[in-house]
């Protein structure tokens, strides 16, 4: 099968390419070109859109549609509308194709070391009932945690309580374990505390997004399947992040979008703030201007940087926002630096665009023009004195998670054409004395 999964992908790969040469002869060329000019268009009209206002960002919203449409009437005036279809239907079989060919030598997720330890038996837990639109109430988690033998600890939204003083207080009380049902900003605080006293750390997928959880594995559909992890759980000893003093589970965020993030009214009105703010953002005429070093490496004048807990997954679309792993001891490093449309339109080359930085580092530090700037962490606006140093404590946290639950997807492998016509080469054999393939 893997064999054959190898072959299907190069004979699907070579059709893709033979058909438009078949059915378009030398037009195939303006054909890639079309394609390849309006996607660059497209990418243009975007930046337009978000740096300008009024009349011109009307105008560039038009143009940023009618572009790919007019590729596409482009192919289908020509007849060719079809060829380019199949096509693709083609190159992406060839790409699923030679995926899972590559997957059966063994490349997959990354196995994750579970750590046997006994069932905690004073379990301290605190839940905002407003978080994920009321999760702790419609999934009753309260009443289970309780069940479980847990102390819960509900958050009134009309006082205000700091989180980490509950779970140091209830440390010192002689808890072994802390949770939290609530968002990413709230797990991080606890999480630092549980970090602190070297117990255990437990997560309730009970946020908005949980992309923590996410990334631990955890059931996000039905938060209450975290809490199995009281009676029958195993531990992942897991990286924190801090930015200054600040822990953060999954990442801080610095220029642009820390800076919305910041305003009023973001929280009523996310698109309309968003699309008022960036113009002056994006152009350099409001926030300050960043300068940030990786180990050392100068990532210069960056308009959004973003320092996560272990990197986000690259190279596959479908799992844009994930980590493959939690226990690297690496941040991850994201740098955006665009000035102009045409720089706008190189972001389409990926990894390999120069306005993009891609790196991982032990710690990052992020500089200014100014003596205090606007920092994104775990989504939780705040500002801090420059320069912010962001590190990560390898494997300081131990997170309690049940010991069945989804788990991880398995990264999906990167194409390798060379290793992909290796494989389709191998001619099995009929083993014989003992030997063969």
């Given amino acids: 099968m893997q064999r054959w999964s190898a072959r299907l992908a190069l004979a699907t790969a070579a059709l893709a390419v033979l058909l438009p040469l078949i059915f378009a002869g030398s037009a195939s060329l303006v054909l890639v070109l079309v394609g390849l000019v309006g996607m660059a268009v497209t990418a243009a009209a975007v ?25 596409i009437g482009f192919y289908d005036a020509r007849n060719l509308l079809w060829v380019v279809m199949v096509a693709l239907g083609l190159w992406a ?26 069932a905690p038996e004073r ?26 033998g847990a102390r819960v600890v509900l958050l009134d939204p009309d006082h205000p309580q700091d989180v980490a003083v509950l779970a140091r207080e209830a440390a010192d009380a002689g808890a072994d374990l802390l949770g939290v049902a609530g ?11 549980a970090a602190e006293r070297g117990i255990p750390f437990l997560v309730i997928s009970a946020g908005t997004r949980n992309h923590f959880a996410l990334d631990l594995g955890l059931d996000r559909e039905d938060p209450s399947t975290c809490l199995d992890a009281l009676s029958d759980g195993v531990e992942l000893w897991v990286d924190l992040g ?9 990442n801080a965020s610095f220029g ?4 919305v993030v910041q305003s009023p009214a973001y929280r009523d009105d996310k698109v309309r703030t968003t699309l008022e703010l960036l113009p002056d953002l994006l152009t350099r005429q409001r926030g300050p201007v960043l300068m940030a070093q990786a180990d050392g490496i100068r990532i210069p004048a960056p308009q959004a940087l973003l320092v996560s807990n272990n990197p986000y997954r690259t190279g596959d679309p479908a799992g844009l926002g994930r980590r493959e792993l939690l226990n690297s001891g690496r941040l991850g490093v994201l740098g955006v630096k ?55 404590a390898q494997g300081a946290l131990r997170v309690r998670v049940p010991r069945a639950r989804p788990g991880v997807p398995a990264v999906k492998p990167r194409m390798d054409w060379r290793r992909l016509r290796k494989l389709g080469a191998v001619v099995g054999r009929t083993a014989v004395g003992g030997r063969g393939f």
């Fill in 123 to 148: 379990p301290f837990l605190i839940m905002n009932p407003r978080s994920g639109g009321g999760k702790v109430a419609r999934f009753g988690l309260k009443e289970k945690a309780e069940g479980l």
């Fill in 183 to 193: 968002g990413d900003g709230t797990q991080a605080l606890v999480a630092a505390v």
């Fill in 47 to 71: 930046w337009w859109v978000l740096t300008r206002r009024g009349a011109v960002r009307i105008a560039a919203a038009v143009l940023a549609v009618a572009a790919p449409a007019t590729v």
């Fill in 242 to 250: 801090f930015a200054n003093e600040h822990p953060f589970v999954n």
């Fill in 256 to 259: 642009a979008y820390a800076a």
């Fill in 338 to 392: 665009v000035d102009n449309a045409a720089q706008a339109a190189g972001l389409l080359r990926g990894r390999k665009a120069a306005g993009l930085t891609v790196r991982t580092a032990r710690e990052v530090v992020v500089d200014a023009d100014r003596p205090e700037i606007e920092v994104g962490v775990d989504g939780e606006a705040m500002v801090l004195s420059v320069p912010v140093r962001c590190r990560i």
């Fill in 93 to 118: 079989v060839a790409v699923w194709s030679g995926r899972a060919a590559i997957r059966s030598t063994g490349f997959g997720a990354i196995p994750v070391t579970e750590h046997q330890t006994p």
